[in-house]
């Protein structure tokens, strides 16, 4: 066999790259200016660096210009994002967020849409004090954010539980084995004394060396029939095949992603493809021969074309899986037969193995608070209190209570029923099959408000579907403030990216299952049209649907969007 000679595009590194290669291993001067109370903010570098430590510095855009006229510098603050593999959560892990949230942040959770914690509002002084304690929990935040390998997910499963668990250890191996080597974040956060000396590259960050990589890489890991996680939305997926009731492997698929710029055809969301299969005790390698191929050849020039989906792109899949199997040193066998049903997910208690039981509730933008009259997050405080299992945030932004046992099934669900919290079935389908970014006010990129907008239009759409006998119809729909695509909108049947205030372009054609990505069916549309187009899709839809069909493969069958598969022609 000719090794072909691989090449990383050319051009100059950007000024991220500089960031990473000036650090010494992402620690900046990020000790230092942590300390500085001149102003609440750092500067711009490392704010960079921060990322790697699984926090970044925003401002409250809800007083912004408020701020600017008073001539005051931003309301800064910063958010914090914890690695919490496969989303479990023990309860007294969730009691030490929820009193984290209170005393430091803003007093709210986001269940984040890869199955973990975020907390917003935290004022620089007290930074320190709040990573020391979540660390003290036994978590910590290192890697949720950055150009690293980002927290692994896995199918919230509390149907199959025992390959749950397996899986969910697999999650947890690939996400601690996978992480960065330095000791930066101990000797930042955690005031570990710096051991003297310089040692080499290869001892400090033997995979990943002093660079890092190009950008962030994710990994997710799917048990069919479910496909909570969008597996083909991930960098590297895996599919777990399971049979006679055990795991004997998975499935490898490459070069997925979502994010994509307005206007730009160089950039677009794209599925990950199958390549091949492998056993359970090969998923290390094949994992990290994978990101070496992304450390060595995706683009150092241009962040919006460093993804991986686009290296694999540019290199040609098979030339990918080749240079995958030279570096691994063995061939991955052929890929196995899998189905998967669903991308969301599925509510109310279930029982488990082992007489466990499990409840996922709708956690509507995957925002724990109390609201006025919904005390969502005192609620879930009284559960953690007594709770003896486990909670596992999903990758729909919703959370399983898991594992109780049948004796305290009854308690848990008394305080189920004192708080009213909801496995969201009073709600039309479509809200329960909803997702929203966080959007404005704390993200900097929202380009228009998702996840405290998407709620109330959802009233509006209700209205629609009960006049169309439809409020059982689950039909998953999406909404970002920005193309980044956080809530993973071109895998929703109806998704909407924020354009400008009020203003969407709106997707239609993803299927149910994440297989298929959507397209646009119009461009920069405000809540009327929004409703209008609805009106008369979803009354098409009630009318001329087939047996069983889901309204993604609705609207290509009835002509309304083209379907795709590949992101390169999704802006067509
Ligand atoms: Fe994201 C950047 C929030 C999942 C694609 N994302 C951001 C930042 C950090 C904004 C920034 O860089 O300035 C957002 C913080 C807002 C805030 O105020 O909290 C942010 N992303 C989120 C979360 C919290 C959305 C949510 O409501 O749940 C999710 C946190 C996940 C986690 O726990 O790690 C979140 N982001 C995703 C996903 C979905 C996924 O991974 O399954 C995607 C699409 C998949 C992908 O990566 O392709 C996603 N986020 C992005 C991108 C686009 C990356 C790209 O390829 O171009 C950005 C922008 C960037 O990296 O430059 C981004
Ligand atoms: Fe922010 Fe855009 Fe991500 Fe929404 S999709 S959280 S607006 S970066």
Redesign the pocket.
């Known amino acids: 066999m000719v090794t072909k000679i691989l090449k990383a595009p050319d051009g100059s590194p950007s000024d991220v790259e500089r960031i990473k290669e000036e650090s010494d291993y992402l620690r900046g001067t990020l000790k230092e200016v942590m300390l500085d109370r001149i102003s609440a903010g750092i500067p711009d570098d490392d704010n960079r660096l921060m990322k790697h430590h699984g926090s970044?510095l925003?401002d409250d855009r809800d007083l912004r210009n408020e701020r600017q006229k008073q001539k005051l510098e931003p309301a800064y603050q910063f958010?914090l994002?914890v690695r919490m593999p496969g989303g479990v959560s023990t309860p007294e892990q969730w009691l030490v967020m929820d009193d984290l949230s209170q005393k430091y942040g803003n007093g709210t959770l986001?269940l984040?849409?890869?199955e973990?914690f975020?907390m917003?509002g935290i004022l620089k002084w007290n930074m320190k004090k709040t990573i020391q304690t979540i660390h003290s929990a036994l978590l910590d935040t290192i890697a949720?954010?950055g150009d690293v390998n980002?927290?692994v997910m896995c199918t919230s499963n509390p149907y199959q539980s025992e390959i749950h668990s397996e899986v969910y250890e697999w999650s947890k191996t690939l996400s601690d084995d996978l992480l960065p080597r330095t000791r930066a974040y101990h000797e930042i956060w955690l005031d570990e004394e710096r051991v003297a000396g310089t040692p080499d590259a290869e001892e400090v960050e033997p995979m990943y060396g002093p660079l890092y990589l190009p950008r962030?890489f994710?990994i997710g890991i799917a048990v069919p029939p479910s496909n909570d996680i969008?597996v083909f939305?991930q960098d590297l997926g895996f599919i777990a095949i399971v049979e006679d009731g055990k795991l004997i492997g998975f499935n490898v698929a490459i070069g997925g992603?979502?994010?994509m710029t307005h206007g730009d055809k160089a950039t677009y969301p794209q599925l990950a493809k199958v390549i091949g299969f492998c056993r359970p005790e090969q998923m290390y390698d094949v994992a990290e021969k994978t990101i070496t191929i992304q450390r060595d050849y995706g683009n150092r020039s241009v962040r919006?074309n460093a993804?991986f989906k686009y290296t694999v792109d540019r290199l040609g899949l098979e030339t990918v899986k080749e240079e995958l199997e030279n570096r691994l040193g063995w061939s991955l066998e052929e890929a196995k037969p899998y189905h998967f049903d669903h991308n969301g997910d599925r509510y109310g208690w279930v029982e488990g193995i082992e007489d466990k039981w499990h409840f996922t509730l709708f956690v509507e933008g995957?925002r724990v608070t109390d609201y006025e009259d919904y005390k969502l997050m005192t609620g879930l405080r009284e559960i953690a209190k007594v709770h003896t299992g486990d909670f596992r945030l999903t990758a729909n932004?919703n959370l399983i209570i898991g594992n109780v046992s049948s004796e305290k099934k009854d308690e848990i669900n008394a305080l189920i029923d004192q708080y009213g919290l909801t496995d969201g079935k009073h709600h039309s389908a479509l809200r329960r099959s909803s997702m929203a970014?966080?959007a404005l006010p704390?993200?900097?990129?929202a380009m228009a408000e998702a996840?405290r907008y998407l709620p109330s239009l959802l009233d509006k759409v209700e209205e629609i579907i009960d006049e169309n006998g439809l409020r059982d119809e689950e039909i998953t729909i999406r909404m970002t403030g920005c193309p980044?695509?956080?809530?993973?909108h071109a895998l929703g049947e109806i998704g909407f990216i924020g354009k400008a205030p009020g203003k969407y372009n709106m997707y239609l054609g993803a299927a149910f299952d994440g297989s298929r990505l959507s397209k646009m069916y119009r461009e920069n549309i405000g809540e009327e049209d929004i409703l209008s187009e609805l009106r008369v899709l979803l009354s098409r839809y009630a009318k001329e649907r087939e047996e069983g069909e889901h309204f993604g493969d609705f609207v290509i069958r009835a002509g309304i969007i083209k379907a795709t598969t590949d992101g390169t022609n999704f802006h067509d």
């Open positions: 970044y925003q958010m994002r986001k984040t849409t890869r973990t975020q917003h949720a954010c980002r927290n962030k994710k969008d939305s992603g979502m994010g919006k993804r995957g932004q970014c966080v704390t993200c900097g990129l996840e980044n695509g956080c809530a993973r």
